[in-house]
């Protein structure tokens, strides 16, 4: 359970149609009037910006892809969300390390085992026994069929837009993997429909968790 803030992520395979849902997730937070924190993995501060491009860009072994990965978590964690959360406020952050498990471990095939000690690592907290773990994961489920029609009308891909639909196929499995190791903190959402839809979805899933009455409809 939460104890000060919240936090919340999103996941889903390129395409799903994530950004819109968070931005209209934030609006909502604010109009309820909570404090909000909008960030993003790879990403969030000025030193995971600087990884995330090179991550996203520059050729490497899938060691070091998941080493930055987490070596940019890891300084998120420690800057941005750790203090929000300790502010109180809701932190939505677009992908986190269930992103790691589908892409690194489903997709590249690396060693979930070590993944699992970076995670260890990387988010543990003092004075703990539990890991820093989202209070909510909405996974936006869309077949990666659907998904790549979206990401072959896209701007130029990155290394991980570029990858063929077996990749994703390998993501979306490494999704139902994690969530299958933790149910609760889930909630799928299926992504092939209409935005509206979807829309409804990720608000029922908020608040049947008695986080936020929302009233209003995607921007
Ligand atoms: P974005 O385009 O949704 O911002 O995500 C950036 C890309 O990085 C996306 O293709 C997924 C990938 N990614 C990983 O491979 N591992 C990770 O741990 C994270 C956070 C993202």
């Not at 109009?31 to 090179?54: N, Q």
């Not at 690592?121 to 069929?145: A, H, I, K, N």
């Not at 290394?159 to 490494?174: D, H, L, T």
Request: hydrophobic letters at 45%; a neutral charge.
């Amino acid at each position: 359970m939460p104890s000060a803030g919240l936090f919340i992520t999103f996941e889903g395979i390129d395409g799903a149609g994530k950004s819109t849902h968070i931005a209209s997730l934030a609006d909502a937070f604010r109009a309820a009037g909570r404090h909000v924190t909008l960030t993003r993995e790879p990403g969030g501060t000025p030193l995971a910006e600087k990884l995330r491009d090179l991550v996203l860009n520059d050729a490497m072994d899938p060691l070091s892809e998941a080493l930055l990965m987490f070596a940019a978590r890891r300084d998120h964690l420690q800057q941005v969300i750790e203090p929000a959360l300790q502010r109180g406020e809701v932190v939505l952050c677009d992908r986190f390390t269930d992103a790691t498990f589908a892409y690194q471990g489903g997709g590249r095939g690396f060693d979930l085992g070590v993944l699992r000690q970076l995670e260890h690592w990387v988010q543990s907290r003092p004075g703990s026994e539990q890991l820093r773990q989202p209070d909510l994961t909405v996974w936006f489920d869309l077949p990666p069929s659907v998904a790549a029609q979206r990401l072959a009308a896209a701007r130029a891909p990155d290394r991980f837009e570029s990858q063929p639909q077996a990749f994703f196929e390998r993501v979306a499995a490494g999704y139902a993997a994690r969530l299958g190791e933790a149910p609760g903190r889930f909630a799928r959402i299926a992504s092939d429909r209409p935005k509206e839809l979807v829309w409804q979805q990720v608000r029922q899933a908020v608040e049947q968790r008695g986080w936020l009455q929302v009233s209003g409809a995607a921007a």
